[in-house]
């Protein structure tokens, strides 16, 4: 059986919106090794004078992550800033992942690591034990150009420029009972509004994220949004929506259309945004930031993870949460970018959590190397080559039945069409035992193919194929056997998706001929 995907690239009803580069975030927390042994390593081989390991750094360089959160995650809701600047840097307790955090390092040196990786900086204040004062104080210390305490000890510190942060997170997931300060919408709400209002005295040209439900399955999930949007959708930009996707009881189908999932939860949120909007008379928009999705074996955590955080006591940087991804786990994550895409009307920036050894797409050992895992490779191929805008498609096809989240299409795909006529089409083979053929007609464009590649099971391993330090097996190989036909309509692309595959065509102006 055929699927047969079609969209007009000429018509601009079919364009759902540009493309935004902050969707191809990532972020940087303190938990684990995630700074420590991960970006930052004085001593490694490749260690820079500031301490930052040069091969992590050429890594992400590779991965194109355009915009880093920092500091945290669950970590910001029990940080004081203020330790991690200057020569004095304490060692405290960092009750949200169980050790010691030596604060080494801190705001500078995070600066420096994102200039050098050219990354922004998306930085998220302490609403758990701290507040409005806490806030105003690292704005101040991080924006204002001098003269007063803050921007002065700035300096002293050796930034004589400010940093201009742009974008700040208000909290984090201040919903769920894990959080450090955790709190009731009204609560929570009342609090991001005060901070913001602040905020933006302090520097009107803030972009603030306010904190929206952790995952989709919360049991106060949309009831938060309108309680904290009534407080604060005057004040702020973007409201954040947390996503993390894992595998269950062997249910291959389920976890292959977790694409489907997280459209479903992006709609139902932009739904209930535009209802609050509604009722308070707001002409506004307020975008949705995806500011933390991955795919994550939360198992692990509750049943490793957590044990050994116990039994080891308090130490620095300890190994936790250090999924090994698979050939399976990669096709989600490419699924997942997909589903970015194909919700750019809504989603205003996105960031992967975690960067490095964290459910992470890069992985490194003290002392030793760093490596691709197999997720480093969708989020590197979308980042490099998803620009212009995205396009709507309509699929006919199969469809398969999953027991989680309903029927969804055997292919899920998503497309961009970029300047110079150049084009981009990714697509999720979830036919987890057999090849699937794909007639893809794209109307009102002549296109040719520059490249097409697919990351599938290597050749004598199975679906649970992984790197490591040692072996990198999977990556994107050439898929041969791609038909390109153009006419004066259009055209057409005929190829076959291995199973279980990820697969990105690389579009130019018409070239003709085979791939």
Request: proline residues 5%; aromatic residues 8%; glycine residues 10%.
């Amino acid at each position: 059986m055929t699927v047969h995907i079609e969209g007009d690239v000429g018509n601009a009803a079919q364009v759902i919106g540009p493309v935004p580069r902050r969707l191809f975030g990532s972020f940087v927390e303190h938990m684990g090794r995630s700074v420590y042994t991960g970006l930052y390593e004085p001593g490694h081989a490749t260690a820079d004078d500031r301490g930052f390991r040069g091969d992590v750094l050429e890594l992400v360089r590779e991965l194109g992550p355009t915009v880093v959160r920092y500091p945290g995650g669950n970590f910001v809701s029990g940080y004081r800033w203020e330790d991690g600047v200057g020569p004095e840097r304490p060692a405290r307790l960092d009750p949200a992942w169980h050790s010691v955090e030596s604060n080494r390092f801190g705001l500078h040196e995070f600066v420096g690591w994102a200039e050098a990786a050219g990354a922004e900086v998306m930085y998220a204040v302490n609403l758990g034990t701290r507040g409005i004062q806490e806030a105003v104080d690292v704005l101040e210390y991080c924006n204002h150009a001098g003269g007063t305490e803050l921007s002065e000890r700035r300096r002293a510190n050796g930034a004589d420029r400010p940093f201009g942060f742009k974008l700040w997170c208000l909290g984090n997931e201040m919903d769920g009972p894990w959080q450090i300060g955790h709190k009731t919408a009204d609560e929570y709400g009342r609090l991001a509004a005060e901070t913001a209002r602040v905020m933006r005295m302090i520097d009107p040209d803030v972009e603030l994220v306010v904190a929206g439900s952790s995952h989709a399955d919360m049991p106060t999930f949309g009831s938060w949004e309108r309680t904290v949007l009534r407080h604060t959708a005057e004040l702020v930009d973007h409201i954040s929506l947390h996503a993390y996707y894992q595998e269950l009881h062997g249910d291959t189908d389920s976890y292959l259309a977790s694409g489907a999932a997280l459209d479903r939860y992006i709609r139902t949120t932009a739904g209930i945004v535009d209802e609050t909007l509604a009722e308070l008379g707001l002409d506004k928009k307020i975008g949705i930031s995806v500011d933390e999705w991955n795919v994550w074996d939360l198992r692990r955590w509750n049943e490793v993870d957590q044990a050994r955080l116990a039994e080891g006591g308090w130490r620095e940087h300890p190994r936790i949460i250090e999924d090994t991804y698979t050939v399976t786990d990669a096709v989600v994550v490419g699924s997942l970018l997909s589903s970015l895409l194909r919700n750019v009307d809504r989603v205003t920036m996105a960031n992967q959590a975690q960067l490095v050894n964290v459910i992470a797409p890069i992985r490194s050992e003290p002392g030793g190397p760093a490596w691709r895992q197999t997720t480093f490779h969708p989020f590197r191929q979308v980042a490099a080559l998803a620009s212009g805008v995205s396009l709507r498609l309509t699929v006919e096809g199969e469809r398969i039945r999953t027991a989680q989240h309903g029927e969804v299409d055997l292919v899920d795909v998503a497309a961009t069409a970029g300047d110079c006529g150049r084009g981009a089409v990714f697509l999720t083979n979830r036919a987890t035992a057999s090849p699937t053929e794909v007639r893809l007609r794209l109307r009102g464009a002549r296109y040719g193919v520059y490249a097409v590649e697919t990351l599938t099971t290597p050749d004598g391993e199975t679906r649970h194929a992984v790197n490591t330090a040692d072996s990198q097996p999977v990556r994107p190989v050439p898929l041969p056997g791609t038909a390109v036909t153009s006419d004066p309509g259009g055209t057409t692309i005929t190829m076959t998706l291995p199973p279980l595959s990820w697969t990105v065509l690389q579009l130019c102006p018409e070239a003709g001929g085979h791939a």
